[in-house]
């Protein structure tokens, strides 16, 4: 029954934003829009408004910007009409976009009341997303687990991006977060029983990424940016962008949504989160797009050789230590196209190496000349973790995959439960098998 309840308020609020839409003055949907579509979700949150627009594509791009920078106002009049206490947000989408709006109504009505945990999550346009953030008042932001660069540095800008338009915005505490990160961070972490109206995950793909203390909220996130081609299912709302080199291109984008200035804190922040996920803009990821990022953040005022030396140059001791390990214990195999090496819990207990000092480490045998697969293992209590870089022919996920990991073509990993020397072992036979 709750499915016809849905249905008749669907049909109201349509008729209802049809005649709000009428008395709309904006020379940009005046006489043009009309509303073909009309979707409340089951929690009465959202309703998905689909239009057709008299005109050309152009003309549809206005159309839409006018109707959302009227959205809050047509809430407030369809709330009044239909005789709800809150009225479902609306959000507009034109009618053409069949792709986008394939089975948007079984995706919308399997979202249950709160917590929620959508059956399949909804993906956003830039402006959808924007427009939500424009909407909420108390935010509270997600980084991931092992924190890097990208994350904590996406979380820093949007918070600040958040607050330089009114809002309450705060990072949630990453215990993880090296030092090197401290500074951004400032000031931004949220208070504990810090109580948000909404959630943003940033650059983190998947739930089980979400730290320990963000697991309460892992079922009640409301927007996930990211740059991650796989979109995960644990938010209600993704906007994400597979080419982006990081997560923190999107946020600059965001910034210009609301037109706030770019500062140089912001800047830093930002700076960070695509530095660090490009190797400072050495990966093969790097675009142009992402260099004018950089030359925006240089351009604020970002002070980037402070970051670089920060972020790339200065090692700790316990790095150089172990960086010294594995070029002394490195070994060839497969005519020295394939290099190996495995770090003992010992190794790294007597070295003092933390957690950050294991960043990339892997990368270190694979940049040695005439090598195409790097492969370091990793001995963490009873598990071995495997990490594996490639050139760009081979594929590391496609050698991850054959022992139940994963990762992408260049660089992927795996953890098996098994003695380090007979996992390097059992690498290093199935790399010799893919030698070309
Ligand atoms: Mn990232």
Known sequence: MAGKRIDRISSEYKQAMAGCLRTLKDPRVQGLVSI????????????????????????????????????????????????????????????????????????????????????????????EACALLERSDRFLILTHIRPDGDTLGSASALCMILRAIGKEAFVLKNAEAGEKYASILEDLVAPQNYAPDTVVAVDTA????????????????????????LASEYSRAVYS???????????????????????RKIAE????????DTGCFRFSNTTAQTFETARRCAQAGADLFTLNL????????????????????????????????????QTMETLGVLRDD?????????????????????????????????????DAAQLCRLFGGGGHAAAAGCTLQ???????????????????
């Open 36 to 127: 073909t579509r009309c979707e409340v979700t089951a929690d009465l949150r959202y309703a998905r408004i689909y239009v057709s627009v008299f005109g050309d594509e152009p003309a549809g791009k206005r159309a839409l910007q006018g109707l959302r920078s009227a959205a809050g106002f047509l809430r407030r009049e369809v709330a009044q009409k239909v005789g709800l206490r809150a009225a479902p947000e609306p959000i507009f989408a034109l009618d053409h976009s069949i792709s986008h709006a394939t089975d948007i109504l079984s995706i919308l009505n399997a979202i249950e009341t709160k917590p929620i945990a959508p059956a399949v999550t909804v993906r956003y346009t830039l402006e």
């Open 206 to 229: 998947s739930a089980s990424m979400l730290p320990a203390n963000a697991q309460l909220y892992c079922n009640r996130v409301d927007l996930l940016m990211d740059h991650h081609s």
């Open 310 to 345: 920060k972020l790339f140059m200065i090692k700790t001791r316990a790095r150089i230590g172990l960086e010294a390990q594995v070029l002394h214990d490195v070994r060839f195999d497969g005519e020295g196209r394939i290099a190996s090496c495995t770090i003992s819990a």
């Open 241 to 263: 962008e597979p080419e982006a080199a990081a997560t923190g291109e999107i946020i600059l984008k965001v910034l210009d949504y609301f037109h706030v200035p770019l500062d």
């Open 418 to 436: 098994e003695d380090i020397e007979i996992v390097r072992e059992k690498f290093v036979q199935a790399a010799i098998l893919q030698l070309k």
């Open 358 to 394: 294991m960043d990339d480490i892997s990368s270190i045998v694979r940049y040695i000349e005439g090598v195409e697969i790097g492969i370091i293992v990793t001995q963490y209590g009873e598990d071995a973790k495997v990490s594996v870089r490639t050139s760009r022919d081979y």
């Open 269 to 276: 922040a930002i700076y960070t989160a695509i530095s660090t």
